[in-house]
């Protein structure tokens, strides 16, 4: 069985009703488990960015009751640039997909560990 990651979604965690939203589309899309990309220093530390990742992850816990697994996200940006550049998609559009692009990057890599 293949198994391909894609963005599904892109919403912004400081609207009202973000909770919620997620809430029903885990529940609706019958949803395990949710994978967030995890920010590390190079060195492999965490700093402020990963604390606030740690914080967002209890938060979609609190929201959905769903295990919430952190993924190292180092160089995932990088990897979508270079993607979109291949697919020679625009700059403006780059800018708009990249962090999309990347999530399925991290989605698919953490699919391709667990299988």
């Given amino acids: ?3 391909i990651a894609q963005p599904f979604a892109t919403w912004d965690p400081a609207e009202p009703d973000f ?3 997620l809430r029903d589309l885990t529940e609706s899309q019958a949803v395990e ?4 990309g995890f ?3 190079l060195g492999g530390r965490e700093g402020a960015a990963a604390r606030e990742v740690m914080a967002f992850s209890d938060r979609i816990r609190s ?3 769903l295990e919430v697994v952190l993924v190292d996200e ?3 940006s ?3 640039e270079r993607a979109l550049l291949e697919g020679d998609v ?3 559009a780059r800018r708009q997909r990249r962090d999309r692009v990347a999530a399925a990057l991290i989605l698919q890599s953490y699919l391709e560990r667990t299988r």
Avoid at 33 to 36: A, I, T
């Fill in 1 to 3: 069985m293949k198994v």
């Fill in 19 to 21: 909770d919620s939203r």
């Fill in 33 to 36: 488990r949710v994978v967030l």
């Fill in 39 to 41: 920010p590390l220093s």
């Fill in 63 to 65: 929201a959905t009751g």
């Fill in 74 to 76: 180092r160089f995932t």
């Fill in 78 to 80: 990088i990897q979508a």
């Fill in 90 to 92: 625009r700059r403006r």
